[in-house]
């Protein structure tokens, strides 16, 4: 097998003798090649080269931001995606059932690629950003923005700089509206339901995998329902006051019940969904901000990533 991995050098556990760890423990079973990203959707091009190149796998090492920009060169086609977490926070590596450990993480993909364990599932796509398990419209885009914009905070208190940010973020959005379309649920051999319509506050989450982020050792569990291999759950606000973000971050954090606040609303198992506003809103995919818009459109993409597990 041939496999290339990307690694993120400013990612908090790529450092170079790691780097070099992981490449030498897989070239035991792989030709490996190594690239460094070295500016902002570097990995996208790096992966869809190998694609090109028809390359078996594309390993992303780093943080979720690396994941998800290879996954924009990579979903669609067959060379493979592989994990490993070198973030800080690592979802969707622990969404596949990665150890948060590097070198457990290292050990479970070697024996994949040895083995040639593979798995395909859907992908979502938000526009034309591909996302591997979730987007944010409003209120935690605009959280995932500021955090960016403080590289320094984010290296040095970690994901507190996230809570820290949200209180500004509340204040931005909490006069905004979003309209909510949801498409069709799919139908796996019943009636499809009818789409329905819903106008929320300025926050809104959609879901293809569970849990949708993690603090600390906490998976957030906004859509509980989302896996994998199904379509898009999408979890959404009807009030931005600071109790009720209070009351929904301990639902989400504590329980696996989250819609039953008042304040929470959405749809499971959808094939897509259109979101409106009356001006731009920030936009992320799997925690990366990729600016703003009036329509988002997310859809569900049967099996457009090919993963190495």
């Known amino acids: 097998m041939h496999i290339a991995i990307v690694t993120n050098p400013v990612a908090r556990r790529t450092r170079p003798h790691l780097t070099r760890w992981v490449a030498d423990t897989l070239a035991d079973v792989a030709k490996v090649r190594v690239v460094a990203t070295t500016h902002r959707n570097h990995a996208s091009e790096i992966a869809a080269d190998a694609a090109e190149a028809g390359l078996d796998a594309v390993v992303a090492l780093g943080g979720d931001g690396t994941v998800?920009?290879?996954?924009?060169?990579?979903?669609?086609?067959?060379?493979?995606?592989?994990?490993?977490?070198?973030?800080?926070?690592?979802?969707?590596?622990?969404?596949?059932?990665?150890?948060?450990?590097?070198?457990?993480?290292?050990?479970?993909?070697?024996?994949?690629?040895?083995t040639d364990r593979t798995r395909r599932v859907p992908a979502g796509r938000a526009n034309d950003r591909w996302f591997a398990w979730c987007v944010g419209y409003g209120f935690d885009a605009v959280v995932v923005e500021e955090v960016e914009r403080h590289p320094r905070m984010k290296r040095y208190v970690g994901q507190p700089s996230y809570l820290i940010h949200g209180l500004g973020a509340r204040m931005r959005m909490r006069d905004e509206v979003i309209r909510v379309h949801a498409g069709p649920a799919r139908p796996e051999g019943r009636r499809a339901e009818a789409p329905e319509s819903a106008s929320v506050a300025g926050a809104?989450?959609?879901?293809?995998?569970?849990?949708?982020?993690?603090?600390?050792?906490?998976p957030s569990r906004m859509c509980p329902e989302a896996t994998l291999e199904r379509g898009l759950d999408c979890t959404a606000m009807t009030d931005l006051s600071l109790r009720s973000l209070i009351q929904v971050m301990r639902k989400a954090l504590f329980t696996r019940d989250v819609r039953s606040l008042p304040s929470v609303t959405g749809w499971h198992d959808r094939e897509h969904y259109d979101l409106y506003t009356d001006h731009p809103m920030p936009v992320h995919t799997d925690g990366d901000p990729v600016g703003s818009t009036q329509h988002l459109h997310v859809e569900v993409v049967p099996d457009a990533i090919n993963l190495v597990v």
């Open 68 to 114: 998800n920009e290879v996954l924009q060169g990579l979903a669609g086609t067959e060379t493979r995606l592989a994990v490993l977490p070198g973030g800080s926070t690592n979802v969707y590596a622990r969404i596949l059932g990665m150890p948060h450990s590097l070198v457990g993480a290292t050990s479970i993909l070697r024996e994949a690629i040895e």
């Open 204 to 218: 809104v989450v959609i879901c293809k995998a569970d849990p949708y982020t993690f603090l600390g050792p906490l």
